[in-house]
């Protein structure tokens, strides 16, 4: 069983080295894409001289693979991504002050989403074909169709700027963090339960069920004890995949709350051309969403018998 864990691991790992080297590329590649030079951005008169002046500082003068060679070798080698160009920093220096609140966020947005989307799943699975199923399952698709940004344009207008209770935006104590967690959790939270309420109605019309229904187990403990417990595996996929988007996916609700996190830093990034923040701060999040997902797969490999069979 060791050698098999073992030699899984080794693939995995040997799937994520590649994927990160595919990804850098793409990333490379796409930030190039983007329409727009950042040395006209930067001049309020530009000149020919002055804009090459600029790239070549930049080294946007030289060819796209040299480019590329020279920042892989920087952010591997020297764990140096370049210099951005808005803040003038050090692209290493800005990440490290910008995916503490990214984490944070999306931390506790997971946390508000695994457990609401459970709740929700296993009470829908419990009232399985009953007007609470269907109001269950109403709400979830809800909450899968509403966009984020108008989500939370809505929030701090109801909830800052009318009732006062909470502030509308950036970082602070726990009660700036409640409102963006709340509706970043809003769609991870629906596709959790979706997924629960599946996972539990197939696993309720198991034979285990009905030998804990013949031995007198009351309801609640079939539901959580047995029918949860045996269906962990899918929502625990689901959890992950959720984080990976969290963590990817936080740009809107970072934008619109003013939250200083990677996502508004790379929306600031994108808007000024800024290629070192781009490419720095996609290619760390795409790092960590891919050590999610293999964090998931670990997990799923753990906790499935016929997979480590």
């Not at 370049?82 to 290493?92: A, F, N």
């Not at 509403?146 to 009732?163: I, K």
């Not at 309801?219 to 929502?235: D, G, K, N, S």
């Not at 990677?262 to 050590?291: E, S, W």
């Amino acid at each position: 069983m060791f050698g098999a864990m073992r030699a899984f691991l080794l693939r995995r790992i040997g799937s994520l080295v590649v994927a990160l080297f595919v990804a850098s590329v793409a990333v490379f590649l796409l930030v190039r894409a983007v329409p727009g030079d950042p040395a006209r951005l930067l001049l309020k008169n530009p000149t020919p001289e002055r804009i090459a002046a600029i790239r070549a500082r930049l080294g946007l003068d030289q060819s796209l693979p040299t480019q590329y060679w020279l920042w892989l070798k920087n952010a591997l080698g020297h764990g140096r991504f370049g210099e951005s160009i808005v803040t003038g920093r050090d692209v290493k220096e800005d990440l490290a002050r910008t995916w503490p609140a990214t984490i944070e966020l999306s931390i506790v947005a997971l946390v508000v989403a695994t457990l609401a989307g459970v709740w929700l799943g296993v009470f829908c699975a419990r009232h399985a074909g009953t007007w609470k199923d269907a109001l269950g399952t109403t709400v979830s698709l809800v909450g899968l169709s509403v966009p984020v940004f108008w989500l939370g344009l809505l929030a701090m207008l109801l909830f800052s700027l009318e009732l006062g209770w909470l502030p509308a935006g950036e970082r602070g104590g726990l009660d700036h963090l409640v409102l963006p967690a709340l509706v970043l959790a809003t769609i991870p939270a629906a596709f959790v339960a979706r997924v629960t309420r599946s996972a539990v109605l197939e696993t309720l019309g198991k034979d285990f069920i009905r030998t804990a229904q013949a031995k007198g187990a009351t309801e609640r403990a079939i539901l959580y004890r047995h029918a949860l417990r045996a269906a962990l595996v899918p929502i625990v996929t689901m959890v992950g995949v959720e984080f990976a988007y969290l963590l990817g996916g936080a740009v809107l609700t970072e934008t619109v709350f003013a939250w200083p996190g990677i996502g508004r830093y790379v929306a600031t990034a994108v808007l000024a051309r800024d290629y070192p923040a781009i490419q720095g701060a996609l290619l760390v999040l795409v790092a960590m969403v891919m050590t999610v997902n293999f964090a998931v797969d670990v997990a799923h490999h753990a906790l499935d018998p016929k997979l480590r069979r």
